[in-house]
DNA sequence: ACAAGTGATGTCACCTGGTGCCATCACCAT
DNA sequence: ATGGTGATGGCACCAGGTGACATCACTTGT
C-alpha cells in the first residue's frame, strides 16, 4: 500500500457528483468535496482546473473515439455517413457509463454554469470532427455543418434515452435522430 | 441634467469593450472596467450580473425577432425554410452592429469562458426557435434539430462575415451556408 | 415650503473559487 | 545513510460576486 490512498482523482469525482446531488452545485463547497474525499481544497485543484470539471472527465476519451471512427469510415460515405460512424462509437461508451449518466445528467441540467460547461465540450467535439472530416477531402463548410449537426444529433438523442423508461438502445435511438434530421434537410 | 451621469450601461459596456480590447479579458478587473465608467464594482454588478454578460447584452433582442420571423413565416414553409428567413432576421440586425462585431468577436473567441457564454446564448435562442418551430406544427424532433441547424448555420456565417475583407451581407453567406447544409444532408 | 418618499449609487464586510509558494513526508535509487 | 522525487498540506492572496445599510439628489403630496 502506497503512503497516500489510492484513486485520489475517483475518490473526488464520487464525492463530487453525490454532493452535487445531495445539495445542488452551488450550494456545494470545494472545500466539502475535498473533505468527504479526505483531501484539501488545494489537491482538488490540482486534479481538476475548476468546480466543474470534475463533472467532465474522460470527455476527450468520448471525442478520440468519435474521431477514430471518422477516420476509419469507408471513403465512399458521405460527411454525414461519418458522422453516422461516429456516433455509432459513442453509443458504446455511452452504454459503458449508463449507470452514472443520469444523474450527471440532472446535475449539469440544474445548473447553468455547467451547461456552459458542457456546450463547449460539445463545441470542442464539433470542431475536432471537423478536422477530422476535412481530413478526409469534404470541404470547410460541409465539414463544420456536419460535425455540428452530428454534436446536435448526439444531444438529441442523449436526452431521449437518458429518460427513456424502455432502456432504449443509445445507437438505435441516434440512428433514428439522424434520420430525421435528412428528413427535414431535404423536405421543401 | 440628472444628478447622476446618463446611459451608466452603456458607459460601462464601452468601457468594457475597450478595456477587454486592449489589455485582454482575463487581465481586466471589473473594478478597472468600473471606474473607467465612473462607477463602482458594485454598481457594475447591477446591471450585468456577471464579467462575462457586459458583451451579450442585446442577445435576447436577438432572440424575437428571429422567433417573430419564424411565426410570421408561410404555413406552407417548410423548417428549414422558416429557419431561412429567422436568419434573414438575424441578418438585419447583425448589419446595424457590424462596426462592433469584429472587435467583439475577437475578445470572445480569445477567452475559453467567454466562449462558454456565447455557446449558451446560441442554445437559449435554439430553444427559442424550437418552440417558435413547434407552435407551427412541427414535430418535437424536427423542430429542435431544426433550430441547432439555424444556430450553427448563423456561427459559420458569421465567422465568414466578420472576416470578410468584401463586406459581403451577411445575408447572402447565411443563404449559401443554408443551401450547402441541405446539400450535404441529401447527398449519400 | 416642508416632509416624506424614491431610486441610483456608494461603502463595507463577507464568502468562495482559484493560484503561487513553500513545507512536509513517505518511499526509492544509489 | 544520503539525496532525490512526487503527492499532499498549509498559508497568503487576489478577484468575482452578494447582502445590508448609508447617502443624496430630486420628486411628490399636502
Not at 22 to 45: C, M, N, Q, S
Not at 91 to 112: L, N
Not at 121 to 131: D, F, N, P, Q, Y
Request: glycine share 6%; aromatic share 8%; no cysteine.
Amino acid at each position: 500500500m502506497g503512503r497516500w490512498q489510492p484513486d485520489a482523482r475517483a475518490r473526488l469525482q464520487e464525492a463530487a457528483l453525490a454532493l452535487y446531488g445531495e445539495r445542488g452545485y452551488e450550494a456545494t463547497t470545494v472545500a466539502e468535496i475535498a473533505e468527504r474525499a479526505g483531501l484539501t481544497k488545494r489537491t482538488f485543484f490540482r486534479y481538476f482546473t475548476d468546480k466543474r470539471e470534475v463533472l467532465f472527465w474522460g470527455s476527450e476519451l468520448l471525442e478520440q473515439q468519435m474521431v477514430a471512427a471518422i477516420e476509419a469510415a469507408p471513403a465512399s460515405a458521405s460527411a454525414l455517413g461519418m458522422i453516422g460512424a461516429a456516433l455509432d462509437a459513442a453509443a458504446v461508451r455511452f452504454e459503458e457509463v449508463r449507470e452514472f449518466a443520469g444523474p450527471r445528467h440532472r446535475i449539469i441540467t440544474s445548473s447553468p454554469e455547467l451547461q456552459e460547461r458542457e456546450l463547449i465540450k460539445a463545441a470542442s467535439l464539433a470542431a475536432a470532427m471537423a478536422r477530422a472530416l476535412r481530413a478526409r477531402r469534404f470541404g470547410d463548410t460541409a465539414a463544420v455543418l456536419a460535425a455540428h449537426t452530428g454534436t446536435t444529433v448526439m444531444h438529441v438523442a442523449f436526452e431521449q434515452w437518458v429518460e427513456d423508461p424502455n432502456q432504449t438502445a443509445f445507437q438505435q435511438i441516434a440512428r433514428d435522430a439522424l434520420a430525421q434530421l435528412r428528413e427535414i434537410a431535404s423536405t421543401g
